[in-house]
């Protein structure tokens, strides 16, 4: 836990009490991750910590470079493609 001090500033107790507040679940996705998986998730543009999330997660959200705007985008993708399939039956 010693990165977790020296990379985002925080005690083990501050990433302890991040746990608890989040239930030990992803901040996105909710799944159930052991304490010691997560990743800290923090903004680059102010290096403040958000949050913790699983690998993945933490990956798609850095990916789309922490950018609301692409990260709506692909949102907005993925229901348009959902909403066409859905009106021609294709998919629940």
Do not use: P
Not at 64 to 88: C, G, M, P, R, T
């Amino acid at each position: 836990m010693s990165k977790v001090r020296k990379y985002f500033g925080i005690t083990e107790e501050e990433y302890t009490i991040m746990y608890h507040e989040q239930g030990g679940q992803c901040g996105i996705c909710k799944n159930m991750i052991d304490k010691r998986s997560f990743d800290v998730d923090h903004c680059h543009a102010y290096n403040l910590v958000r949050g913790l999330l699983c690998r993945r997660c933490n990956l798609a959200i850095g990916l789309f470079e922490d950018n609301v705007k692409f990260l709506q985008s692909a949102i907005d993708y993925i229901q348009n493609w959902e909403d066409i399939h859905q009106e021609e039956n294709l998919i629940d």
